[in-house]
């Protein structure tokens, strides 16, 4: 018995000993991983990568910019079915255990033990808090340390945070594949949903993929992923986290995956969107840009962008179509199956309703064709193959551009296309506009280019913007990054110079040749109207800018003095500095479609400065405003307690007052008569008050139009990216202004023909149109009601600038005098 005793009391001993050996080891263990462990406190301050997002004016989607494509939802925004299904996949009893489950740990080990010397992956037994203390805080190595740190570092973060936060934390940190970070993220990727439309089957497929998404992929292993998805089912149904009958049905649920679009989300409006992109690039930089979570309101109407869109791409087709067919763009073997070699040919992705298509037979009525097939979401080819038609009906523009048939209408299909051509086409419609079914049109890409920008001009908030026929051919933005010469639409400028510092809409200046000596060798500069050999004497300003007339320009640019006019024209931002060459006077300085539309909307705004904008507000991660654009002082509009009878809210301007008002309004009145009867007259089809002016630069390599409404200014530039002639009539009058005028019909349809702003302290006086002379009460003559400032009126007689006797004196000219035909810039009245 003693001995007994004494054997248990050694036993007791000794395990008294190994005990504390063992706690004392364990503890030494945890003191030496606790060593190097990372601060565990700074995800109370987490701030993960989160997407940028741009919107419309409207709201609606425009584009997302993203390294990790995140967005980030509190715990309480995520539905509670969603949250149930990744406890299921991956941590069922995440609230009860404190970070560790045991019970999985001793189930990871005996796979280990089993596995061991097999080089297969041990399984992990990580919680989900483990998880969110691997993927902040620690690396993905295989080994014994690491998961040491890892559990340490779990119940250290259970004892620092809520359940809840963890379960946010990881969430919204972990990769689900797709480019996908976080659930919200996801559910977009996947599916094209917020996380509070999944269905059960769509929620439970995510949450199978934390575990490996790339074997997981919808469509390169839907059978695996499937698998996936209904396991996590069962989980759920075995939890009693959803009823039998619902599992059922879910499991019965097709893994029907629709791929969300990485470009701009709103179409025609890439631009648009990579404009944005560049500017808040600018502004913050990469990082805030691609991980800032920047909720970003732009100022595109996507109405009028879709409309912008389309009238610029009819401009810039019809142009390019009436220049002849230059044939197919590839050609393919169409042996075999075409559509495979055809799903290799880079097509524009943006250029919707138009396809690629392949001829697959010919005769001399038509031609059959297969269009290019899609990709599966893994990348596949699709194997459906479409087909269709090209009647003679559809390829009857296409005269050859060049060799012996050049410009001769075709007779037969197969004159124009052969088996293996690859084309683009689109439907082709009937005479009343209707789809004929099956039959489509030939269509090709236009060499030439151009842009076009529509703004507020009370505001400067660009509404629509086009930067080119296809973004997808070519980023470069043609409407802020192309500087070329405005031509003509610079006039407004100088005209505006003039009126604003004494002239007059009546200011008479000669139209006829001049001689311009250009000093250093540079020999003499004759300019010349664009009807060259046609002048009309002395000539109103107004006249002279209906007409468009060169001479009188340089004449008044003379007289007003080049150093003026480029201080003006630096004031509306068309240049930065304008050398004081009188050819710069004619638009021979380049500047961009952006500027020009600005330096307009000054004009129909009354002269108030404008700042060009296409963004309205950006906040930050927490909904924080970090810019407005609008900058106006609002009076009475903080009314936090209410209503009680104060007045209305006042919004302050006190932006730069470039333009005199009335000077502005003088300037709008005689751009409205180029619309109703000078170059621009095809806008007048737009049945509503537009002023405009066109411009066409010398061998008419650019055309431009520049026009506005009372509350809308639209610019277009239409030419080559590598300048060259046009072609006879490639003026802003026959190629620009029919932009204008589509795009105005269809954004003003709906809009009451509102006049212009009269000014306070503008005289209207009725005077004749062709001398400006003040009319008198029997004038049986054209008159018009001219804009005069305080102390201006129609002059009796008036001098002539440009016009001068043999001792340089300025010569008056009674307003019966008839047409003069000058011999130089001094020369003498003959």
């Known amino acids: 018995m003693r001995f007994l005793l004494r054997f248990m009391g050694f036993l007791f001993a000794a395990g008294t000993i190994v005990f504390l050996v063992g706690v004392g080891a364990v503890a030494g263990l945890i003191w030496h991983f606790s060593k190097d462990l990372p601060d565990y406190s700074q995800l109370q301050d987490y701030e993960p990568p989160v997407m940028t997002r741009v919107h419309a004016a409207d709201g609606a989607l425009l584009g997302e ?95 620092t945070y809520s359940k809840d936060k963890i379960l946010e934390l990881y969430l919204n940190e972990i990769y689900l594949g797709l480019g996908a ?193 899609g990709r599966e979401l893994g990348g596949a080819v699709s194997k459906t193959r479409d087909t269709g038609l090209i009647s003679l009906d559809g390829v009857r523009w296409a005269k ?56 507020d001009p009370w505001t400067g908030r660009v509404v629509a913007m086009v930067g080119g026929f296809s973004f997808d051919q070519s980023q470069f933005n043609r409407a802020t990054q192309a500087y070329r010469q405005p031509g003509s639409s610079f006039k407004p400028i100088v005209y505006s110079t003039a009126m604003d510092n004494g002239y007059t809409p009546s200011t008479v200046v000669v139209d006829a040749p001049i001689e311009i000596d250009q000093g250093q060798g540079a020999g003499v500069w004759r300019p010349e109207n664009y009807s060259t ?31 003026l006019i480029g201080e003006y024209a630096k004031r509306f931002g068309v240049y930065d500095e304008l050398p004081n060459y009188l050819s710069y006077a004619l638009g021979a300085g380049e500047t961009t479609v952006m500027r020009m539309v600005t330096a307009y909307s000054m004009f129909a705004n009354g002269g108030k400065r404008v700042k060009p904008t296409l963004i309205d507000r950006i906040q930050d991660r927490y909904g924080r405003t970090i810019f407005k654009h609008d900058q106006r002082e609002c009076r009475g509009c903080d009314a936090a307690d209410g209503w009680k009878n104060q007045p209305e809210p006042t919004l302050v301007d006190r932006r730069e007052q470039v333009l005199d008002a009335m000077t502005a309004y003088q300037i709008t009145s005689m751009m409205e008569g180029v619309v109703q009867g000078g170059t621009a007259t095809v806008v007048r089809e737009v049945g509503k008050p537009i002023a405009g002016k066109t411009g066409t630069t010398n ?17 277009i530039y239409i030419g080559y990216d590598k300048p060259r002639n046009l072609g006879r009539g490639g ?50 003559g054209r008159t018009i009601l001219e804009a005069f400032k305080p102390g201006t009126a129609p002059p009796d007689n008036y001098s002539v600038i440009g016009v001068a006797d043999a001792e340089g004196r300025s010569l008056t000219v009674s307003p019966d005098a008839d047409r003069a035909i000058i011999r130089s810039g001094t020369g003498g009245l003959y």
């Not at 796979?111 to 989900?128: D, M």
């Not at 805030?288 to 009238?311: C, F, H, I, N, W």
């Not at 009451?752 to 002379?773: C, N, T």
């Open 699 to 715: 061998d008419e390599k650019d055309a431009w139009f520049i026009g506005f409404s009372p509350d809308l200014v639209v610019g």
């Open 181 to 373: 970070y976080g659930i919200a993220a996801a559910s977009l990727v996947y599916f094209d949903k917020s996380v509070n439309e999944l269905t059960l089957a769509e929620a439970a497929y995510l949450a199978a993929l934390p575990k490996a998404p790339a074997a997981l992929h919808p469509v390169r292993n839907r059978d695996r992923a499937i698998e996936r998805r209904n396991y996590v089912i069962d989980r759920l149904a075995e939890n009693g986290w959803i009823k039998p009958a619902d599992a059922t049905a879910a499991r019965k649920e097709p893994l029907v995956v629709t791929s969300r679009a990485n470009a701009a989300h709103i179409f025609a409006g890439e631009y648009f969107a990579e404009e944005v992109r560049r500017d808040i690039f600018e502004r913050y930089g990469e990082k805030k840009l691609y991980e800032g979570g920047l909720s970003v309101r732009t100022t595109l109407d996507p109405k009028l962008q879709v409309m912008a869109r389309k009238s610029m791409v009819t401009g810039l087709v019809n142009f390019d179509e009436a220049q002849g067919w230059r044939g197919a763009q590839h050609k393919i073997d169409i042996s075999g199956d075409w559509g495979v070699k055809l799903a290799e040919v880079k097509s524009l992705s943006d250029i919707s309703p138009w396809r690629m298509a392949v001829v697959l037979e010919i005769s001399d009525q038509s031609a059959r064709i297969g269009f290019q097939p």
């Open 533 to 563: 050999g046609k002048y009309y004497g002395p000539t109103t300003l107004r006249n002279a800018l209906r007409q468009s007339l060169n001479t009188v320009t340089v004449r008044l640019a003379q007289d007003v003095g080049m150093p």
């Open 400 to 455: 050859a551009a060049s060799g012996p048939t050049r410009f001769k209408t075709p007779t037969s299909v197969a004159q124009v296309l052969s088996p293996g051509d690859v084309i683009y086409v689109d439907p082709l419609l009937a005479k009343d506009g209707s789809i004929v079914e099956g039959q489509y049109r030939l269509r090709q890409v236009p060499e030439v280019s151009g842009a076009l920008v529509a703004m």
């Open 65 to 159: 910019y993203s390294k990790e494509r995140r967005l980030y939802l509190p715990i309480q925004a995520i539905p509670k079915s969603v949250i149930n299904a990744f406890l299921a996949a991956e941590d069922k009893n995440f609230y009860e255990h404190g970070g560790i489950d045991f019970t999985g740990m001793a189930r990871a080990a005996i796979l280990y033990a089993q596995n061991y010397g097999s080089n297969r992956r041990p399984q992990g037994a990580s919680t989900i808090t483990q998880q969110v203390a691997k993927n902040f805080l620690l690396t993905n190595e295989v080994s014994f340390d690491r998961k040491i740190k890892e559990a340490l570092l779990a119940m250290r973060i259970e004892r």
């Open 731 to 780: 003026t802003g009058g026959h190629l620009a202004a029919p932009v204008a005028r589509d795009f105005l019909k269809l954004a003003l349809a709906d809009k009451p023909a509102v006049p212009f702003r009269v000014p306070a302290g503008i005289k209207l006086i009725r005077v004749d149109a062709k001398s400006g002379m003040r009319a008198g009460p029997g004038d049986s």
